[in-house]
């Protein structure tokens, strides 16, 4: 049973940083393209970042560029989001999905991922 759990939300500041995690069990994650989503209270799900099955295509929401990095250990089965800089507009609840795709392959509508986690909370508030 394919399985992804988000780890590492929580409360931070604004400026302050957070690393999310998506661990994957349950299947081979390198020959998936991984993407990380939010979403705000009343607002639609969006794309924040993605990067395919062997890492060499990346992609970020224009507004997170600069500020959040992703990147991803296969040997782990594992992906990371490195969240700095962070702002208020940030908050919000934050998803990874994973699609089998071409080993070059990132996309960012979430319509396109047919396995999710189940979410972890990121609040940037002082």
């Known amino acids: 049973q394919r399985q992804l759990v988000e780890s590492g939300g929580g409360l931070v500041q604004p400026g302050g940083s957070l690393r999310l995690s998506c661990a994957a069990s349950?299947?081979?994650?390198?020959?998936?393209?991984i993407g990380w989503f939010r979403q705000a209270p009343g607002k639609e799900r969006e794309g924040v970042s993605c990067?395919?099955?062997?890492?060499?295509?990346?992609d970020y929401v224009d507004s997170v560029k600069g500020r959040f990095t992703i990147s991803r250990d296969n040997a782990k089965n594992t992906v990371y989001l490195q969240m700095n800089r962070l702002k208020p507009e940030d908050t919000g609840d934050y998803y990874c999905?994973?699609?089998?795709?071409?080993?070059?392959?990132?996309?960012?509508?979430?319509?396109?991922?047919?396995?999710w986690g189940q979410g972890t909370q990121v609040t940037v508030s002082s």
């Open positions: 999905a994973a699609r089998h795709a071409a080993r070059s392959e990132c996309m960012m509508g979430p319509y396109r991922y047919p396995y």
């Open positions: 990067i395919s099955s062997s890492g060499d295509t990346i």
């Open positions: 349950g299947f081979t994650a390198d020959n998936y393209a």
